[in-house]
T-cell receptor, first 116, second 115 residues
């Protein structure tokens, strides 16, 4: 079973629509970190956010917001009023304290296409 | 700009050849990680170095090797290249040994095409 599941392979929206990217993770650890990265068409991976397992407070940064729910093991990412520049592949990742390796596990990514 | 640099940006070579990818971490970061991203395998962790020493090993082929130098830059050597090695190779860095709480900052990647 995958530790990080991003079930949406591709999402297509029209500019100004709100869009939510889902991330479901699996861990037996009580201490862990979750991350989101953005990979625009140019290819580089850009760090967006890090959240630890003890902080369930939702976070908002401009048009971006993140909803962390331990009860459902989800860390979803919402873009409000999407723009063409938001078109990218978005990756969710999990890093577990007791995982034996501190290397994060990445999901397969969700490709977001925002049409003008 | 993450502060992590990678050269070259693009590389085209032939099967059986050997190439070297280079990475310079962010200023002050001690750990360097190498990843391979291909369409069918997603983002795969290859290897990590911390302050010159190998720290963690992932799905790295025996044909691949890496090292981290005293100035903390790192090189990933790929030899006896096969068509299937065509991929985007990322380097990432983090401040310390790579604890679970650390954020990795990625470079722009090297796109390798093996013909």
């Amino acid at each position: 079973a995958q530790k990080v599941t991003q079930a949406q392979t591709e999402i297509s929206v029209v500019e100004k629509e709100d869009v939510t990217l889902d991330c479901v993770y699996e861990t037996r650890d009580t201490t862990y970190y979750l991350f989101w990265y953005k990979q625009p068409p140019s290819g580089e991976l850009v760090f967006l956010i890090r959240r630890n397992s003890f902080d369930e407070q939702n976070e908002i940064s401009g048009r971006y917001s993140w909803n962390f729910q331990k009860s459902t093991s989800s860390f979803n990412f919402t873009i409000t009023a999407s723009q063409v520049v938001d078109s990218a592949v978005y990756f969710c990742a999990l890093s577990e304290r007791g995982g034996g390796s501190y290397i994060p596990t990445f999901g397969r990514g969700t490709s977001l296409i925002v049409h003008p | 700009d993450s502060g992590v640099t990678q050269t070259p940006k693009h590389l085209i070579t032939a099967t059986g050849q050997r190439v070297t990818l280079r990475c310079s971490p962010r200023s002050g970061d001690l750990s360097v990680y190498w990843y391979q991203q291909s369409l069918d395998q997603g983002l795969q962790f290859l290897i990590q170095y911390y302050n010159g020493e190998e720290r963690a090993k992932g799905n790295i082929l025996e044909r691949f090797s890496a090292q981290q130098f005293p100035d903390l830059h790192s090189e990933l050597n790929l030899s006896s290249l096969e068509l299937g090695d065509s991929a985007l190779y990322f380097c990432a860095s983090s401040p310390e040994a790579g604890g679970y709480q650390e954020t990795q900052y990625f470079g722009p990647g090297t796109r390798l095409l093996v013909l």
